[in-house]
């Protein structure tokens, strides 16, 4: 079982920056590839970005790639560096933890998940 808990989100500007968090409890944190998703107001949930188990690797969906920054640390915490913001950035995001390769992009693999952190960038 892992647990995931999200901070970081707020209110910005576009153009502006915001690093999210994600701490992680539980067993076996490391041996998880943990993501990134975002769901937007009236939209479906989308991936955001991966990185795997070692750090090593990283993958970004195209609409993010360049502006967004996926890490993780020893402490069982992943953050998401986000910088030139912009509105259709808003939504709510979530951490996850899947069993799998990094490539992996559908939601429906990622077995735990936070309860989400709201994010907003106003125009």
């Known amino acids: 079982q892992v647990q995931l808990v999200e901070s970081g989100g707020g209110l910005v500007q576009a153009g502006g920056s915001l690093r999210l968090s994600c701490a992680a409890s539980g067993r076996t944190f490391s041996t998880y590839t943990m993501g990134w998703f975002r769901q937007a107001p009236g939209k479906e949930r989308e991936f955001i970005a991966a990185i795997s188990w070692g750090g090593g690797q990283q993958r970004y969906a195209d609409s993010v790639n360049g502006r967004f920054t996926i890490s993780k640390d020893s402490k069982n915490t992943v953050y998401l560096q986000m910088n030139s913001l912009k509105p259709e950035d808003t939504g709510v995001y979530y951490c996850?933890?899947?069993?799998?390769?990094?490539?992996?992009?559908?939601?429906?693999?990622?077995?735990?998940w936070g309860q989400g952190t709201q994010v907003t960038v106003s125009s």
């Open positions: 996850a933890a899947l069993v799998g390769p990094v490539e992996v992009r559908r939601e429906n693999e990622y077995r735990y």
